[in-house]
């Protein structure tokens, strides 16, 4: 895909308005080395099952200390422009969506900008954008908005999510992850956002945050933050139905909005049983809102007793939790677990986690299922602020359509996974310990080897006397 094909003459862009803007293309990066979250409820003496069939994880990737924020920004977008083909030059705007903060004023995109030096481009707009895990949502709809804008320059935009999750020793723990995923955005995409379909919420919580700059580590309420996520996805589902209810209205039809108006749906993913939950979450929403629920095909069979309860009134409610998760598992099946391959073996990546969820989902779904479906998409980052957004997929199955070459980029998805180093759960605490005790520690070479990386990954060498990072890159 090179530069002359991929950009705008100034010409073509005055006479069209750029239309079917969204994802190009997708690059996703995952530490190379993870642990057994079987192992790590031994090694933490909790009972079987904590982890794996309560939180609903496997494995969880982590990143010793020669690895920070910058060089896993560094290394997806090197490998999304270098997979794809692209020149340095048709790059007009770079946003990084990202909570793992190592500098309060040298944003990240800056050290990205050392990929750009050899071709001279400095031309290039976009920062970074903080809340929790909805940074990489916001400099998505900040992307496709510049293209649809009068700013536009006929170049692509970069979109950048990328995050380092660790807690201390404890429960929380297991919730952790790391990994950075990179977009191409720009017109003509084979992920297409659907414009005017978008609901978000946001409200003042202290359901997780990080006041301690000093500190990796975030403070957190769990149950506050579940019942956020929660309450979240209720109004985001109820603004983006409003809208796309009264888009049929407009052309002519007139129905609800429901569930099986997504032929898939990703979630931000904390751990994978919240995910599993929020499908029945959304069920929930549909049968409170159904006109005639008894009438519904045996969709809510068994769920009438349910049906005078309050919204409000559900979010620490066992019963109903249970109820309408046994009520949507052939829904989350369908249209939710093959996107959860990433955040069952990788963990939670925060800002990149949702997208995770996509890349999985492109990566073990045939072009044919994928094409013309619609995707929904619940973004969530503590705080709070959430979006429920969708994607339409390309019509356009054919062998070298963009939609073809985009699912074959993520292919090897699965294979990556195998490929990493198992680590044990003794040596795993070691390097959590070893973090800790040097992040934001001047004149220092990190402890952590090029040889645990995957060729062609950015690491952190040398941090000097004045805190300026040093990086290399493991040979491809």
């Given amino acids: 895909m090179d530069t002359q094909r991929a950009c705008f003459s100034s010409t073509a862009r005055m006479a069209t308005w750029p239309k079917e803007v969204g994802i190009l293309a997708l690059e996703v990066y995952f530490p190379a080395q993870y642990v057994e979250q079987e192992e790590l409820e031994q090694y933490d003496g909790v009972e079987a099952g ?11 990737g982590f990143c010793a200390a020669h690895e920070d924020i910058n060089s896993l920004c560094l290394t997806v977008v090197q490998r999304l422009v270098e997979r794809r083909r692209l020149s340095w030059n048709s790059i007009g705007r770079l946003e990084v969506g990202t ?21 001279g481009n400095t031309d290039v707009e976009g920062i970074d954008t903080t809340n929790a895990c909805y940074g990489g949502t916001a400099s998505l709809f900040n ?3 510049w293209v649809e804008s009068s700013a536009w320059d006929g170049r692509y935009a970069v979109v950048v999510c990328g995050d380092i999750a660790v807690y201390a020793t404890g429960n929380a723990r297991p919730t952790g992850g790391a990994g950075a995923v990179a977009m191409l955005v720009g017109p003509n995409a ?4 659907e414009r005017g379909l978008r609901g978000t919420h946001m409200e003042h919580a202290y359901d997780f945050y990080k006041p301690d700059l000093a500190s990796e580590y975030p403070v957190v309420d769990g149950q506050l933050s579940i019942q956020c996520y929660l309450r979240a996805l209720d109004r985001c589902y109820a603004v983006y139905r409003r809208k796309a209810e009264s888009q049929w209205q407009q052309a002519g039809t007139k129905r609800p909005f429901t569930l099986e108006d997504f032929k898939f749906i990703i979630f931000h993913t904390p751990f994978c049983k919240l995910v599993q939950k929020s499908v029945g979450r959304l069920l929930l929403n549909d ?7 008894d009438t519904a095909a045996g969709l809510y069979k068994g769920l009438q007793n349910f049906r005078d309860v309050k919204l409000e009134d559900t979010y620490t409610s066992k019963e109903v939790e249970k109820a309408f998760q046994a009520a949507s598992q052939e829904i989350f099946n369908q249209k939710t677990k093959p996107s959860l391959l990433l955040s069952s073996r990788n963990g939670n990546m925060y800002t990149p986690s949702m997208y995770g969820c996509l890349a999985s989902l492109l990566a073990q779904c045939s072009v044919r299922d994928l094409a013309g479906s619609r995707i929904g998409a619940f973004s969530y980052g503590s705080g709070l602020a959430a979006s429920m957004f969708s ?5 356009d199955a054919s062998p070298d359509s963009p939609l073809d070459k985009l699912v074959s980029s993520l292919a090897d998805l699965p ?4 490929a990493r180093k198992r680590v044990a759960p003794q040596e795993f605490a070691e390097i959590m310990k070893q973090r800790e005790e040097t992040h934001h520690l001047p004149n220092h070479a990190p402890q952590g080897s090029p040889e645990d990386l995957f060729p062609g990954t950015w690491y952190l060498t040398r941090v000097d006397d004045k805190y300026r990072r040093e990086y290399a890159r493991k040979p491809i």
């Fill in 50 to 60: 904590k982890y794996t069939r309560g939180l609903g994880q496997q494995q969880m």
């Fill in 143 to 145: 992307a496709a908005s």
């Fill in 99 to 119: 909570e793992t903060v190592i500098d309060k004023s040298k944003a990240v995109k800056t050290v990205l900008m050392q990929l750009f030096h050899d071709s």
């Fill in 415 to 418: 294979a990556r996974l195998d």
């Fill in 190 to 193: 084979p992920l297409v956002l």
């Fill in 391 to 395: 994607l339409r997929v390309s019509q």
């Fill in 287 to 293: 049968f409170l809102a159904a006109p005639n629920p």
